[in-house]
C-alpha cells in the first residue's frame, strides 16, 4: 500500500487544515494535530513517525508553496 499523492485528498480536507498548510509553506514537518488530519482525510496512506509527524515529500512541498502562491494572487497578496 503506498502512499496517496496530496493532489488526491488535498480537497477532502476541512479549511481551518487547508489553511495551517497554506500559512505555513515553509514547514517541512507537520505537527501531530495536522499529521492526524492529512492521515485520516488520506486513508491512511499518508506515512507518521513515531511522534506522529509526518514529514513532507518535495512533491507536498512544491503543491503546497503552489497552493500558497495562488491565495496570494486570490487575494493580492505577494507570498
Do not use: Y
Amino acid at each position: 500500500m503506498g502512499q496517496r499523492p496530496i493532489d488526491e485528498w488535498w480537497n477532502e480536507l476541512d479549511e481551518p487544515t487547508k489553511k495551517w498548510l497554506i500559512e505555513n509553506p515553509g514547514c517541512v514537518v507537520l505537527p501531530r494535530t495536522v499529521a492526524n488530519v492529512v492521515h485520516q482525510v488520506s486513508g491512511g496512506h499518508v506515512a507518521q513517525d513515531q511522534h506522529g509527524e509526518h514529514q513532507l515529500s518535495q512533491a507536498e512541498q512544491s503543491f503546497l508553496r503552489a497552493k500558497c502562491k495562488a491565495a496570494g494572487a486570490a487575494t493580492g497578496k505577494r507570498a
